[in-house]
């Protein structure tokens, strides 16, 4: 299952270079879409699933849930840092990996859902395996996530000059990893796939409405791309097969 796109060139745009969008400095409930005060929310009978890309930011987690109460609690993940992933998603976006990282620090988000949730964020994250992760996590508010799930990627992280890149928009204390915005990951992306588009945007806008041009650049990327082992990390449901 996967929510649609925009219909219009500009706002398939925004979803690709705004990436991994906006999302409160603190926990928020989300209610029939509408991100409200955490308040009162009921975590009994939930999964506590960590999020470093989109899916820490209302309006991604609206799309997937626009009806019903889903809570997001902050905190902060030691020893890892959030990367950029070797591949682009549907929507042209350049998501994210979590990379052990000894003596970083990340701040993340934690999902926190239903059995019903957790079969629907099962379906829109078809590229990633889910699992228990075993690292420390110091909770800002609301219960601690324990047992703590992550959906993770075997692919690669990606490799600019030789290096994992970090997400500006989720930087690490203790990580010396270069951080880059998503629109200049996207800028190196298509310097490395040599494309003949005339600009960013029309190399976006041809790279989502192909997938086969999609594939064909994630099999480039994985070419150049880091191992990405991460310590502590159980896959309890894998990834789908690539046909």
């Not at 915005?181 to 600009?199: F, M, N, T, Y």
Request: charged share 20%; proline share 10%.
């Amino acid at each position: 299952m996967t929510w649609p796109l925009p219909e219009t060139p500009a706002e398939r745009l925004r979803l690709a270079l705004g990436y991994p969008y906006e999302a409160p400095e603190a926990g928020y409930l989300l209610r029939d879409g509408r991100p409200l005060p955490l308040g009162g929310a009921d975590f009994s009978g939930r999964v506590a699933v960590l999020a470093h890309g989109s899916n820490r930011a209302p309006e991604q987690l609206a799309r997937k849930f626009p009806q019903g109460e889903l809570p997001v609690t902050c905190g902060w993940l030691q020893d890892h840092a959030v990367v950029y992933a070797a591949r682009l998603s549907r929507y042209g976006a350049c998501p994210s990996l979590l990379r052990h990282s000894p003596g970083a620090a990340v701040r993340l988000s934690v999902t926190w859902l239903t059995p019903a949730q957790l079969q629907v964020m099962h379906a829109t994250e078809g590229a990633y395996a889910f699992g228990r992760l075993e690292a420390r996590f110091e909770s800002e508010e609301g219960p601690p996530p324990a047992p703590l799930h992550l959906y993770h990627s075997e692919a690669g992280c990606l490799a600019l000059n030789g290096a994992a890149v970090a997400l500006a928009a989720r930087p690490a204390r203790g990580c010396d990893l270069p951080a880059l915005a998503q629109q200049a990951v996207l800028e190196a992306i298509r310097g490395l796939a040599a494309a003949d588009a005339a600009s960013l945007e029309a190399f976006l806008l041809a790279t989502i409405d192909d997938a086969a041009r999609r594939e064909a650049l994630a099999a480039a990327l994985a070419a150049t791309a880091l191992p990405n082992p991460l310590p502590g990390f159980r896959a309890l449901v894998p990834a789908p097969a690539r046909g």
